[in-house]
């Protein structure tokens, strides 16, 4: 194999560096397929055989002879030079391009657009949108919108700071799901999945180009939020494609025409003609390559005519001119667009010449093509050929497809033809390639599905597809954290959509039911909490309403449903409720797993009271049904961990902690589990904060890093939440850093709000006007603060550590002090300094609570802040003896701490022992 890079027509191919240019842009092209294309360049002008491509990129692999055909198949179209790949029927594919060697890359410019006849279009909107707050690019199904807004976007990237994104709108049912589909396309998680006001709020500082694509069937969804963008995120701009203008005040219509035809019969008048020049193009590029001499131009032209210069229609018909004579196909086309309805206008007639080309296409197609194309049309997401296989094979009876399922090899076979004939594209940027429909070829799919009477049988077959794909990306492997992500996110809108059916009327709710408990875990992967909670309570509202009975799916639903309302509302009754039924369907099922996960769910919600106590009951109890074998993610050894800290008993919370650390990292599937955190970010975050009160500073710190370090790698807004709570923004208010604590507060609420996460934005809350009252800057009046939201007990905690609330006139008893915890020692010390002038001797009495607790402890951190306290309360209080050992504790305590010499409290500990006592200087 040579190692040098390979040039072929206006291609180059970089063994080395694993890439293709074409014009010196890079192609999305995976290892297999640039492994295909270096064969066939390394042999060119040979013909290489399948045992031979099999050999060198499936080496370990059996692979069937009619998947090669959909690689190369795919690559043809990737490349866009179809007469550069070859099949010789009996001898394999070849590349006809010559070979040469290449030199170094040179300095190149960027190419110019690549889509035909659009480049004024393109300069056009260039110059418009960055000044127009909202454009809707107008026209006709076919005629290029979303490729011309691909290519605009393209080159406007560097202009927004927040860059450009688009929001494919093509797969949604229904308008009420727009602003959802806007939200989780930015990433952002609502807690109101319908919120335009919080969606607006999230976007109102974004200088973004933000691309709504295919808008005309969710106008009542998009046209109100659109509205609320221009009044309320100004410096955002919308492009937005659709076949209907959206009315909205200040929208500006550009209207995409098709392109231009022929003005007259010559070949100059071919060359001129953007419609035509795309014509000749694609079929120069089909397989065969077709080309018209001089006799049939005249017939060409007019077929090009006949599609009313809709790119679409004309990539349909130009893919058919290899293998039919052009004077069948015009007639054949003619007949089909014969007759246009009197009195339609211009726009109208060219919907119906779209129509009319497809409904022509799809007559030409064999039987199997045909068959297969329809199946297709039950997809909303891209697929792949085991998808393909998986639905062409379902057994239906659509007229001409025959009663006996098709091997897999003829589905492969079929699928590759589709992709030949450009109805099916291809996306071969991955190790796997992956298909999708266009939208017009896909809702012409799936009507004409819906008529043949098979969809019930592919809709059934496409939903075990989903479920498959569910339990795969939930199968241990290592991913990369944005791998996963895009691995589930294409995945997202199939499986909407078979929840849909099964619940529709056509639908099984029962298969309904189960595919919505097993997949909770994976919109919690995604932090769709909303979205979850909504299929949840949909699955367990069928299962009220008569479907067949299902203890197993409906305890992993109630689970479900409490897990996502606990991340979004905190710790309600609503949720132990739902995990206290869960744990009895699976006590009475003996459904140990989800006994497990009932109990760990108990567990959050005691935990989330401060209910410390009885919450290290239910840990043990899980423990002790829970093997090491069958507890990967080390969840017995965290939650204990994290019980006994909050408790009080450190040593023991961070033996636990250590444990967890020092083990593998769980690798691949769904390794956040039942837990819903990144399992060591979460570890390490809660052994900075056990470290810090143990007065570690400086390791706490550097745990305290390194636990934001992987939220933040995990993509994950959970565990970023809790990485922020737990472990940086706590310390940084501990260590008296309220800038450090203000940044975090901000990176925390934002989080919290992208991913719909009130309960963890309410700790954000917290840090804000903590930080800020540390800063001496302006907050909100204690009394008012605590009344504004509702908050947990693990909030009233937080609030109390930090002296929020506490003791003021307007102030409201935070905790129960009865209740054994990690903050008593710092409340009970804030209580002594808030009474130690009017009660000194009821001060005294509480700091010498808090100094047994903190010793009890082990929390060096504590017993220092007491000491420290109590010296200076008792400094210059005329009892010398008492002041001395006073200070004398400040010494001792001082002295017990090894690292974080640069902490505030220790700083300020030394200044006290290095000033004179008070009581010795009134002497």
């Known amino acids: 194999m040579t190692t040098e890079s390979l040039e072929f027509g206006s291609f180059r191919l970089d063994p080395a560096q694993g890439r293709v240019t074409k014009a010196g842009r890079p192609l999305p092209l995976g290892a297999r397929a640039i492994a295909i294309l270096r064969l066939l360049a390394e042999r060119a002008p040979a013909a290489v055989g399948a045992p031979e491509i099999m050999g060198r990129v499936w080496p370990d692999l059996f692979v069937e002879e009619a998947n090669i055909r959909v690689h190369v198949s795919a690559l043809r179209k990737a490349l866009g030079e179809g007469h550069g790949i070859v099949n010789h029927p009996g001898r394999g594919y070849a590349l006809s391009l010559a070979v040469r060697a290449g030199g170094r890359d040179g300095a190149l410019s960027r190419p110019g657009a690549t889509l035909v006849g659009r480049e004024a279009d393109i300069a056009a909107l260039g110059a418009l949108l960055p000044r127009q707050r909202l454009t809707t690019l107008l026209g006709v199904g076919g005629v290029g919108k979303t490729s011309l807004a691909l290519a605009v976007a393209q080159d406007l990237a560097g202009s927004f700071a927040q860059g450009v994104t688009l929001v494919d709108l093509s797969a949604l049912p229904d308008a009420s799901l727009a602003v959802g589909r806007v939200a989780t396309t930015l990433g952002l998680r609502l807690a109101d999945a319908d919120s335009a006001a919080e969606l607006a709020a999230a976007l109102r500082d974004q200088q973004r180009l933000l691309i709504l694509d295919t808008c005309e069937h969710v106008l009542d969804g998009i046209a109100p939020l659109a509205e609320r963008f221009q009044t309320e995120a100004p410096a955002l701009r919308l492009l937005a494609t659709s076949r209907e203008p959206l009315r909205v005040e200040g929208e500006y219509l550009y209207r995409l025409a098709p392109l231009a035809l022929p003005a007259g019969e010559t070949a100059a008048d071919a060359a001129a003609a953007p419609a035509m020049r795309l014509l000749l193009e694609r079929a120069a590029a089909g397989d065969p390559p077709w080309w018209p001499g001089a006799a049939e131009l005249p017939l060409a032209i007019r077929l090009c005519r006949a599609l009313d210069g809709i790119p679409l229609a004309i990539e349909l018909a130009a893919a058919r001119l290899g293998t039919l004579p052009l004077a069948t196909l015009v007639q054949d086309l003619s007949r089909q667009l014969a007759t246009p309805v009197p009195g339609q206008a211009p726009v109208v007639d060219r919907h119906r010449t779209l129509a009319a080309t497809l409904d022509w296409s799809h007559r030409l197609l064999p039987a199997a093509e045909r068959s297969l194309l329809l199946r297709l049309g039950i997809f909303r997401g891209p697929f792949t050929l085991a998808g393909a296989v998986a639905v062409g094979a379902a057994t239906g009876t659509a007229p ?414 935070l905790i129960d002090p009865d209740r054994p915890s990690w903050i008593m020692p710092e409340v009970l010390r804030l209580e002594a300094m808030a009474c130690a002038r009017t009660a000194p001797a009821r001060a005294a009495l509480l700091l010498d609570r808090a100094a047994a607790m903190a010793e009890a402890q082990g929390a060096g951190f504590w017993t220092l802040r007491v000491a420290l306290s109590r010296a200076q309360a008792l400094d210059g209080c005329g009892d010398a003896a008492r002041a001395e050992a006073a200070r004398a504790g400040v010494a001792a305590a001082l002295e017990r701490l090894t690292e974080g010499f640069d902490t505030p409290d220790r700083l300020a500990a030394e200044r006290f022992l290095r000033g004179p006592p008070r009581c010795a200087t009134a002497a």
């Open 400 to 813: 001409g497809a025959g009663n006996a399922a098709p091997r897999p090899a003829e589905v492969a076979e079929a699928l590759a033809e589709l992709i030949d004939r450009s109805l099916v594209a291809a996306d071969l940027g991955g190790e796997q390639p992956w298909y999708r429909l266009l939208d017009t070829i896909r809702d012409d799919a799936a009507a004409r599905l819906a008529a043949s009477g098979d969809r019930p049988a592919v809709a059934r077959c496409h939903l075990d597809r989903v479920r498959a794909r569910l339990e795969d990306l939930a199968t241990p492997r290592p991913m990369p954290p944005e791998q996963r992500q895009r691995e589930n996110r294409r995945l997202l809108d199939d499986l909407l959509a078979a929840l849909d059916w099964a619940f529709g009327p056509e639908g099984d709710a029962a298969a309904g039911v189960r595919l919505a408990a097993a997949a909770g875990p994976f919109f919690m992967q995604l932090t769709l909490v909303g979205e979850n909670r909504r299929q949840a309570g949909r699955a367990l509202a069928a299962l009220a309403g008569g479907a067949p009975p299902d203890p197993v799916a409906e305890t992993r639903l109630l689970a479900t449903l409490a897990l996502a309302t606990f991340h979004a509302d905190g710790p309600t009754q609503a949720v132990r409720d739902a995990y206290a039924r869960a744990l009895a369907l699976a006590e009475r099922a003996g459904d140990l797993p989800m006994r497990r996960h009932s109990l760990w769910g108990l567990w959050t919600w005691h935990f989330g009271e401060a209910r410390y106590a009885e919450a290290l009951h239910l840990i043990r109890d899980y423990a002790d049904c829970t093997p090491p074998d069958q507890d990967p993610l080390y969840i017995v050894d965290r939650a204990t961990g994290m019980t006994l800290t909050f408790l009080g008993e450190l040593s023991e919370g961070r033996r636990h902690a250590e444990r967890v650390l020092a083990r593998p990292a769980p690798q691949g599937g769904n390794i956040l589990g039942a837990y819903q955190f990144e399992p060591r970010s979460a570890t390490r975050a809660l052994l900075a904060r056990t470290l810090w009160l143990q007065g570690c500073a400086d390791q706490a710190r550097d745990a305290a890093r390194e636990s934001l370090e992987e939220a933040r790698a995990s993509g994950h807004g959970l565990s970023l939440c809790f990485s922020l709570t737990v472990g940086h923004c706590l310390i940084a208010m501990l260590a008296a850093e309220p800038a450090a604590a203000l940044e975090g507060a901000a990176l925390l609420l934002e989080t919290a709000r992208r991913d719909g996460l009130p309960f963890w934005g309410r700790y954000g809350t917290i840090l804000r006007q903590a930080a800020s009252a540390m800063l001496g800057r302006p907050q909100a009046p204690r009394g008012e603060f605590l009344a504004a939201e509702p908050w947990s007990a693990g909030h009233r905690e937080f609030l109390a550590v930090l002296g929020l609330g506490h003791h003021g006139p307007d102030g409201i008893d």
